[in-house]
């Protein structure tokens, strides 16, 4: 079946580790996205990336890092550097700029103790 | 001021009623406007899309974009218990330096009870 799988589904992490979250897809989608979502704030973007070995910083990129090194892959870096890194991460594609329809993954817990 | 607006509820309903969900937008530039329903711990999935103003209707749901006022609906008839879920709207444009990026609104959390 195609789609986006997002791992793993928890995680937790020590105050001053990084972590990397993965995101996969086998939609032959061009487009990727990495979003946070917490309580009460809807999405917010990360990072995104329109094509293979290119990627934009959305409205929350400090503390966050990703590559693009194949069409079907975009891991999420949480390094320690970001302050309040507990949070949903939703990874989502799309076949390229023009469609409107993202297609989400089930996403990532990360929980910081 | 963000440029997707939405009262984040809770809205809470009984079985059958209709449900109105809104979202006003400050960027005259968006053209595309979509609501996603996402379940408690999934991820958000597409119901309905529109492009520029206008009416569409898929079932129950009704979805409706005035550009001159720059407020957004969806309207859900005969609600079930299902449809129990946060509704995102969202929105993007159709060129220039942005094109490819969605703009969320926070979410409304609706509850339907039996």
């Known amino acids: 079946d195609g789609g986006i799988t997002q791992s793993p589904k928890y995680l937790f992490r020590k105050e001053g580790q990084n972590v990397t979250l993965s995101c996969e897809q086998n939609l032959n989608h061009d487009a990727m996205y990495w979003y946070r979502q917490d309580p009460g704030q809807g999405l917010r973007l990360i990072y995104y990336s329109q094509i293979v070995n290119d990627f934009q910083k959305g409205d929350i990129a400090e503390g966050y890092s990703v590559s693009r090194e194949k069409k079907e892959s975009f891991p999420l870096t949480v390094t320690s550097a970001q302050k309040n890194p507990t949070a949903f991460y939703l990874c989502a594609s799309k076949p390229g700029l023009m469609n409107t329809e993202a297609f989400f993954g089930q996403g990532t817990r990360l929980t910081v103790v | 001021q963000k440029e997707v607006e939405q009262d984040p509820g809770p809205l809470s309903v009984p079985e059958g009623a209709i449900v109105s969900l809104n979202c006003t937008y400050s960027?005259?530039?968006?053209?595309?406007f979509m609501w996603y329903r996402q379940y408690s711990r999934k991820g958000p999935e597409l119901l309905m899309y529109?492009?520029?103003?206008g009416n569409k209707e898929d079932g129950r749901f009704t979805a409706q974009v005035d550009k001159s006022s720059k407020y957004i609906s969806l309207f859900i008839r005969d609600s079930q218990p299902s449809d129990s879920a946060t509704y995102l709207c969202?929105?993007?444009?159709?060129?220039?330096?942005?094109?490819?990026?969605?703009?969320f609104g926070r979410g409304t959390q609706l509850t339907v009870w039996p």
């Open positions: 529109t492009y520029s103003s």
């Open positions: 969202a929105m993007s444009v159709s060129r220039g330096s942005t094109l490819g990026r969605l703009y």
């Open positions: 960027n005259s530039a968006f053209q595309y």
